[in-house]
């Protein structure tokens, strides 16, 4: 599946020659969160299915009596006449296969309407499922402790005040994180300027120098993990 | 989203005995209302632009089929009752004339018409054949001319019957009319309601439906309120039936990441703070900075 959360391109930076490839909705992809879309589409599909075909059964049941009785009266005008048995037999066929034909009409444009609204249905919720998924990823990233930049959604994506609201405690989070390292980088720079003026021999001034590398590895490895994500090859 | 909708955090009960479940309200069913009411709408108006359509082709073939159905039934024959007439020769009656002793006296009335060509009796001629006649009968006894008894026409002996069959008939057929009449208006009436019932069943479902979906996303905006204040206190879990549980358990790594974050920094710190304090660099600045960092550290994880 391709990443959602490269929606929007961005452009060259330093270090980052390679634009990043503008995001292409593939028709494999429109099942993001197959449960949830599966749902609503099989619901609002079944239920139009069983209007259109309840009507629809109507409409034919109504239509069948009408020939029927059509073809009664025209049985009991001929019956003496047996001239006429054959012209009674045709218009009983013609009805008939008038009948069939309203069915397969019916059948057709039902069928028609299920496969139109399926598909317009997974567009539909696409819209929704697409920024699910989006934040989705972020929050797993956000596991492993990365914090780059969100990008924003799709031009027609739904839920943007949701997205809104992530984007704004991403951004508040990683701003917060970004002072975090700053300060503890100053920090750590400063204390191993300043180790020599305390107590620096024996046990604590060891200590101290292995606690500042360990701080010091820290705050390098949460710096590359705030970086922007590394650009994805085209 | 709206922000109509308290918290929908479990509050955890006094005493510790673990969140209340939280209870669905149908105030705060419509959380999210544009997602809600696009979806629910959509459901709503596709169901009525079919009921609307079909039904308006479905009272077509029904008016149809009725009118057909009463052009059948109106061309049923119904038994005919049996006419009784009156015998066709009998003329009209004429008052009869006193006698008048000017006049000769009227030759005897013949019982019955004479057959034509044997007009040639006594009295006869042209003005004695443009005389109304009478028809009398004689009472021989005393010689009396009485005016003929009225002809009575024989009645069928199954009159009554065909009567009744024929009435029958015809009030079955009156019947069979209005009750085409009245399937017709069945149908109409069937359609509406059904109609108005799926459109209000379906509103209600629509927005029951999307609240399960409206609801875990305001509960994760919540949580992503608090986050960007600075505050990463505990997550509850979903409650029953809601949906998205998958992009919860997301939104849960997620924050377990943050939360992991700031303990480990909360570490480290620690770490260059005891270490500090055991080479004498305890009052520095810089550590009653990284000090503070801790308390705000630890502070935004109670």
Known sequence: ?234 | MTEKRKDATPTPKKGGGGPAPYKRSWKNLLINKRYQLRFTLFMVGLSTVLMVGLGIWVMRVANETTEVSMTSVRGTPCPKIPSIEAPTDETEPVPMKLPDPNEPAPAPAPAADPPEGEGSGAGSGSAEAERPRVKVQIDESSMTMMPQAPTVAPVPSDLGSKVVAHWTCELKLTARLEALERGRLRILLVLIGTGLLLVLGLAAYGIKMTHKVAGPLFKVGLYLGKMRSGRFDKVYNLRKGDQLVEFYEHFKHGHAGIVQMQKDDIARVKAVIAAAEQSGLGEHATIVELREMVTRKEKSLE
């Open chain 1, 1 to 234: 599946m391709s990443d959602p959360t490269a929606a929007t391109p961005v452009g060259p930076r330093a270090g980052a020659p390679t634009p990043r490839p503008k995001y292409k909705r593939h028709l494999s992809n429109y099942l993001l969160d197959k449960k949830l879309q599966l749902r609503y589409v099989l619901v609002v599909t079944i239920l139009s299915g069983i209007i259109a075909g309840a009507l629809g059964f109507m409409i034919y049941q109504q239509r069948r009596a009408a020939s029927e009785s059509i073809e009664r009266d025209l049985a009991a005008l001929t019956q003496k006449d047996t001239s006429q048995d054959q012209f009674q037999e045709q218009i009983a066929n013609d009805l008939q296969s008038e009948d069939q034909a309203l069915v397969y009409k019916m059948v057709g444009v039902g069928l028609g309407l299920v496969i139109i609204l399926s598909l317009y249905l997974i567009l539909m919720t696409h819209k929704v499922a697409g920024p699910l998924f989006k934040v989705a990823m972020y929050f797993e990233r956000m596991a492993d402790g990365r914090l780059g930049v969100v990008t924003p959604l799709r031009k027609g994506d739904m839920l943007v005040d949701f997205f809104t609201s992530f984007k704004d405690m991403h951004d508040a989070v990683r701003a917060r994180a970004k002072d975090d390292v700053v300060a503890m980088d100053k920090a750590a720079e400063t204390l191993r300027a300043a180790k020599n003026q305390g107590d620096y021999r024996g046990e604590g001034h060891d200590k101290l120098i292995e606690a500042l590398e360990a701080l010091e590895k820290h705050v390098a490895d949460r710096k590359g993990k705030l970086t922007d994500f590394p650009p994805r090859a085209a």
